[in-house]
């Protein structure tokens, strides 16, 4: 089994920034892909970053320029950097992780961003 376990959410005032982290423990031989999804209230769940194994990256239009994802491979670890936060940015913070293209989703309970004045 995988277990991801999520820190960094916090309240923060618009244009301020926080760091994601996500680490990545148990039954991991290799690893496809590790992101960060987001829900905010009464929203589907939705993409903000990935990164696969060979450093590929892929951001939500939304964050483009703001948000930057990178991973600490002999750690199993994956960052999310926050920049220039917007209200509309408050969610909760969902850590994913593919050991294979086709394999189980894995998903960490969530860390709270809350963003407002």
């Known amino acids: 089994q995988v277990q991801l376990v999520e820190s960094g959410g916090d309240l923060v005032q618009p244009g301020g920034s926080l760091r994601l982290s996500c680490a990545a423990s148990g039954s991991i031989f290799s690893i496809y892909r590790m992101g960060w999804y987001r829900q905010a209230p009464g929203k589907q769940r939705e993409l903000v970053a990935t990164?696969?194994?060979?450093?590929?990256?892929n951001y939500a239009d939304s964050v483009k320029g703001r948000f930057t994802i990178s991973r600490a491979n002999a750690k199993n670890t994956v960052y999310l950097q926050m920049n220039n936060l917007k209200p509309e940015d408050t969610a909760v913070y969902y850590c994913?992780?593919?050991?294979?293209?086709?394999?189980?989703?894995?998903w960490g309970q969530g860390t709270q961003v809350t963003v407002s004045s």
């Open positions: 994913n992780l593919l050991k294979t293209r086709w394999g189980t989703e894995y």
């Open positions: 990164i696969t194994s060979d450093g590929s990256t």
